[in-house]
């Protein structure tokens, strides 16, 4: 697995339920392009997501810069990335990487040996990140 390092100014942070609203707005700001989708209500989604079987905050790893969600990695206790998403402006300078091995730590501490995850064959940076940290089709 890729090493990877925070960028300035990024800092991995709890996850915390005060964040949802941010993070949910992250995912429709991401999702706006075609490469996913999320319910439109936050607390809808919020719901969904925390009465999900799979779902454990503990996977749920949140980067932040000056307070505000710039990017999160969700993953389901089947070893499973669920989402990664990077705000825009934070694109480009490693924070998918470094959110995405520190999840794959995680998991593999939880005693995974094998990591999945789907992307959206359009998705060309997403799949060029993907396939930089081992991935494959």
């Given at each position: 697995?890729?090493?990877?390092?925070?960028p300035?100014?990024?800092?991995?942070?709890?996850?915390?339920?005060?964040?949802?609203?941010?993070?949910h707005?992250?995912?429709?700001?991401a999702?706006?392009?075609?490469?996913?989708?999320?319910?439109?209500?936050?607390?809808?989604?919020?719901?969904?997501?925390?009465?999900?079987?799979?779902?454990?905050?503990?996977?749920?790893?949140?980067?932040?810069?000056?307070?505000e969600?710039?990017?999160?990695?969700?993953?389901?206790?089947?070893?499973?990335?669920?989402?990664?998403?990077?705000?825009?402006?934070?694109?480009?300078?490693?924070?998918g990487a470094t959110l995405?091995?520190?999840?794959?730590?995680?998991?593999?501490?939880?005693?995974?040996?094998?990591?999945?995850?789907?992307?959206?064959?359009?998705?060309?940076?997403?799949?060029?990140?993907?396939?930089?940290?081992?991935?494959?089709?």
């Amino acid at each position: 697995m890729p090493t990877s390092a925070w960028p300035d100014g990024a800092r991995l942070v709890r996850f915390d339920v005060a964040d949802v609203k941010a993070i949910h707005a992250l995912l429709q700001r991401a999702y706006t392009n075609g490469f996913g989708s999320v319910a439109p209500d936050w607390l809808d989604w919020w719901e969904a997501l925390r009465a999900d079987s799979e779902f454990d905050a503990a996977l749920c790893f949140v980067a932040k810069a000056e307070g505000e969600v710039i990017g999160f990695c969700l993953c389901w206790t089947s070893s499973f990335v669920k989402d990664l998403v990077v705000a825009a402006a934070w694109q480009g300078q490693g924070l998918g990487a470094t959110l995405l091995t520190t999840a794959m730590t995680a998991l593999r501490q939880r005693g995974a040996n094998v990591v999945q995850l789907k992307v959206v064959t359009a998705n060309a940076g997403a799949r060029r990140l993907y396939e930089r940290m081992g991935f494959v089709a």
